[in-house]
């Protein structure tokens, strides 16, 4: 999704991820954005509006009644001009400030006067997040049509755990490119009150404490999986082994590492949802004891014994309850249609995604070529496209069968 000539208004409100806002801007501004911003006058205690104007090549707003005001209305320019606003960070008081109609400064009366889209990000202290005001201005904005960008879990400058970090700048850029691709699909809702889960990455079966088995896969097709199902009005939850993608917006995410760990979460999951993609690549196979201690080097030949892991996707589909559907990924090099035709039946699957690892598809491309399989229908071979072109085709079928 191109942002090329995509108008994108960012207000930093005053925290310390001020600092993080000038990678947002380069990443936006490599992909062609324009870009203005509004500081509030706490913003600028964190980072100089010099830093902002440099990364943005345009004139940092901080000021309600600019001294050197031209003809026009300042704020109301502000408020007409993009096509989008970001908040970010976007503190406590700011978000207070907006929920009850206040407008002080320059951001607050902009998005006051603004009929455009506003992102919040917020970003503080997880008890301040957790506050009961807070909760109750982020459901208030929310209702009324504020995209939140949820803060993350982890550590926070005040060196206190929980949730309350701001949102990464990479996942900033990845939302407001979810926006405009939404935006420019028409995205029609078609998974609304539905809870999809989907598996993605590959698992790492530990061989002693500094060594492990594990695959090529690169969580590519399950992340855009579950972006396209969170965009499609579903609560998705992404249940990802370790990959190298930011989380998508709006997705809930756990994070495992071995198959036993996939296995515990999916069935977890899978007892309260609608439908179960696994486009996860699980280890067949994991050492048959993991060694407390290291390997050393040895002059001799190592053999390590392993035994087979559990199929998830069997075990699950097992136990499905009328309603609901699973879809299972088949990885064939040879035979493709017939071993999935069998993977489909065997495993008592709604769907089966077939692919084969090729010049542009599988494993870590961003395109693929699958063929969907359900029973008793003829397949469906769709062409080449992106991973979330096709997240589209099979949620479309995924809609269909509930
Ligand atoms: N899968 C699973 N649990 C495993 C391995 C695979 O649930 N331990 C799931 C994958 O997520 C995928 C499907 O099973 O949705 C098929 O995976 P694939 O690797 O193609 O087939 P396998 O069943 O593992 O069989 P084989 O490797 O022999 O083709």
């Not at 063929?371 to 809609?399: F, G, M, N, Q, W």
Request: net charge positive; glycine share 6%.
């Amino acid at each position: 999704m191109s942002l090329k000539d995509k108008r994108i208004l960012i207000g930093l409100t005053g925290g310390i991820a001020c600092y993080k806002i000038p990678y947002l801007v380069r990443y936006l501004w490599r992909e062609k954005a324009e870009i203005r911003t509004i500081m509030t006058e706490n913003a600028t205690r964190f980072i100089t509006p010099l830093t902002l104007e440099s990364v943005s090549n345009n004139p940092v707003a901080t000021d309600l009644f600019p001294p050197n005001r031209f003809a026009g209305t300042h704020h109301i320019d502000l408020a007409r001009w993009p096509d989008l606003i970001m908040v970010a960070p976007a503190t406590a008081n700011f978000m207070g400030k907006i929920a009850s109609g206040i407008s002080d400064d320059l951001l607050t009366t902009v998005i006051c006067a603004t009929p455009k889209p506003v992102m919040i990000a917020p970003a503080m202290n997880p008890q301040m997040w957790l506050n009961k005001v807070t909760q109750r201005n982020h459901d208030i904005l929310g209702n009324l049509g504020y995209i939140f960008i949820e803060p993350d879990e982890g550590y926070t400058a005040c060196d206190h755990y929980g949730v309350g970090r701001m949102a990464e700048p990479q996942e900033l850029f990845e939302a407001v490119k979810q926006f405009f691709f939404d935006r420019a699909k028409g995205s029609k809702k078609t998974l609304t009150g539905k809870k999809i889960v989907v598996t993605a990455g590959p698992t790492r079966e530990a061989v002693d404490p500094v060594r492990f088995l594990t695959n090529r896969s690169s969580g590519k097709m399950g992340y855009a999986l579950a972006e396209a199902a969170a965009s499609l009005g579903a609560q998705t939850t992404l249940i990802s082994g370790p990959v190298n993608i930011p989380p998508p917006l709006g997705v809930h995410l756990i994070r495992i590492e071995s198959t036993d760990e996939l296995h515990a979460a999916v069935k977890k999951a899978f007892a309260s949802c609608d439908c179960l993609i696994m486009a996860a690549a699980p280890a067949d196979f994991s050492p048959a004891q993991s060694l407390e201690t290291k390997i050393k080097r040895a002059a001799s030949d190592l053999s390590l014994n392993l035994k087979p892991t559990k199929d998830i996707l069997k075990e699950v589909a097992r136990r499905k309850k009328a309603g609901q559907i699973v879809v299972g990924f088949a990885l064939e090099t040879d035979d493709a249609l017939a071993n999935a035709r069998k993977k489909l039946s065997e495993k008592k699957l709604d769907m089966v995604v077939v692919n084969t690892p090729g010049e542009d598809t599988g494993f870590d491309h961003d395109t693929n070529e699958v063929t969907l399989l359900v029973p008793k229908k003829r397949p469906v071979k769709l062409a080449l496209a992106s991973k979330s072109e096709i997240s589209y085709h099979i949620l479309d079928r995924v809609s269909a069968l509930l």
